[in-house]
């Protein structure tokens, strides 16, 4: 065991000296670690000894303060939250009424091709329930009659009927 | 999280020990007050990382050792006149007093928190080496500094 060992376990030693007594034995016989221990020892009781020095008006302002701050912080983190969700919700407001002012939904229905629609049966019959006659004169003018060659003809031999009988 | 009650009731019990730490390594009274504040307001804030493989009090001791030797190293011209507004040489004799004042100045701020760490909170070597995060062999080199600094103080 050498003086560096010993000397880095005077706290320990001077706290538990039985438990340490074989270096307790090296600091007694050895005059370098000797006066190395005493130094110690002085420094430690003075260590200790300063514990006195806060005022407890001190420590309770000083505890009060703390308290604050971290009321604050709570408050703040708080507010940060709330700052947040209402800056969503005005945002998406915002987008709402930005969409429904641009017209946007108007926009798309003018824009639509007629020819673009696929009419289904139904629709073409509510249409030739409208008028006859008016049916007929689009069917004639229209374009658009390869997917209802089948209805016309049905329509031109009801009509042929009608008026045959 | 932990709650606001709780943590009141932890800075109650334990603001004072943590202030005698913090005083003993920023060495000024005013700083030591502000440096408290600040280790447990951080504490607060990050309590969601304490894992609990320590106690709560050793935790929050690193935090303020590390608050108290970030503040010293920012601020290098801090004076140590603030002992002498709280001395009370009721249980110390005068001599060992005016000792007291005189050698923790004398310190540097890493021998200072060693010793601290060392005498006050009865950390080992390596306990106090991953406090203050760094290594056994600097802990003991800095040991041995102060030792032999306070030696050269009682023989003047």
């Known amino acids: 065991m050498n003086c560096s060992e010993v000397q880095l376990k005077f706290p320990e030693i001077l706290r538990e000296p039985k438990k340490y007594s074989t270096e307790m034995t090296h600091v007694k016989n050895c005059k ?32 009060k303060i703390i308290n604050s701050k971290i009321e604050r912080k709570n408050f703040a983190n708080r507010m940060r939250i709330l700052t947040s969700v209402a800056a969503v919700i005005i945002v998406s407001l915002i987008s709402i009424i930005l969409y429904q002012q641009s017209g946007q939904g ?60 | 999280m932990i709650k606001k009650k709780d943590f009141n009731q932890f800075v109650k019990e334990y603001h004072d020990r943590i202030y005698y730490t913090t005083i003993k390594i920023v060495g000024n009274v005013d700083d030591a007050l502000d440096c408290v504040q600040d280790t447990f307001v951080k504490a607060y804030k990050k309590y969601n990382q304490f894992k609990g493989d320590s106690t709560l009090y050793t935790w929050v001791n690193r935090i303020a050792i590390n608050t108290a030797l970030n503040f010293v190293n920012r601020n290098k011209t801090n004076n140590w006149n603030e002992f002498l507004e709280y001395d009370k040489p009721t249980k110390i004799e005068n001599e060992n007093t005016s000792f007291n004042k005189k050698w923790l100045s004398e310190l540097s701020p890493t021998e200072r928190s060693v010793i601290v760490l060392r005498i006050y909170d009865n950390m080992k070597i390596r306990e106090v080496a991953q406090v203050l995060n760094t290594s056994e062999s600097t802990v003991k080199v800095a040991y041995h500094r102060a030792v032999k600094k306070m030696k050269k103080i009682v023989k003047k």
């Open chain 1, 106 to 165: 108007q926009f798309y229905y003018d824009n639509l091709n007629v020819n673009d629609i696929a009419y289904s049966d139904e629709d073409v019959e509510m249409e030739f329930e409208l008028s006859e006659e008016e049916i007929l004169d689009y069917l004639i003018t229209s374009e658009n009659t390869n997917n209802l060659d089948e209805i016309v003809e049905d329509k031109f031999f009801d009509l042929e009927n009608k008026n045959g009988s």
């Open chain 1, 32 to 63: 370098n670690c000797k006066s190395e221990f005493d130094v110690f020892k002085l420094m430690s009781s003075s260590i200790q000894n300063m514990n006195d020095q806060i005022p407890l008006i001190v420590s309770r302002q000083n505890q």
